[in-house]
């Protein structure tokens, strides 16, 4: 089995900042890509950023200049750091991961976290 555990969400005021933190475990072979999608209510889930295995980022627009992606292939974890957020950055973060587990070593899977509440507010 494998999991994701997101932790570091919370309320923040306008122009603060947030860092989330994602570390995969169990039987794992090797992770590919590593991310963030977050979800505000009403709306679908959007990716927020993401980092392949060799560190290269892709952020979207509206974050892009604000939040920063990064990992520790070694710990099999990914971390977003997230400054001057605004209150439309308000939704449930979810971290996600390609990953080719010990099992079935042959097959790239997605696996998600549980998510973690960020509110920007006043």
């Known amino acids: 089995q494998v999991q994701l555990v997101e932790s570091g969400g919370g309320l923040v005021q306008p122009g603060g900042s947030l860092r989330l933190s994602c570390a995969a475990s169990?039987?794992?072979?090797?992770?590919?890509?590593m991310g963030w999608y977050r979800q505000a209510p009403g709306k679908q889930r959007e990716l927020v950023a993401t980092?392949?295995?060799?560190?290269?980022?892709t952020y979207a627009d509206s974050v892009r200049g604000r939040f920063t992606i990064s990992r520790d292939n070694a710990k099999n974890t990914v971390l977003l750091q997230m400054n001057s957020l605004k209150p439309e950055d308000t939704a449930v973060y979810y971290c996600?991961?390609?990953?080719?587990?010990?099992?079935?070593?042959?097959?790239?899977?997605?696996?998600w976290g549980q998510g973690t509440q960020v509110a920007v507010s006043s």
């Open positions: 996600n991961a390609q990953i080719q587990n010990r099992r079935s070593p042959q097959y790239e899977l997605d696996y």
């Open positions: 169990g039987s794992i072979f090797r992770i590919n890509s």
């Open positions: 980092v392949t295995r060799g560190y290269t980022p």
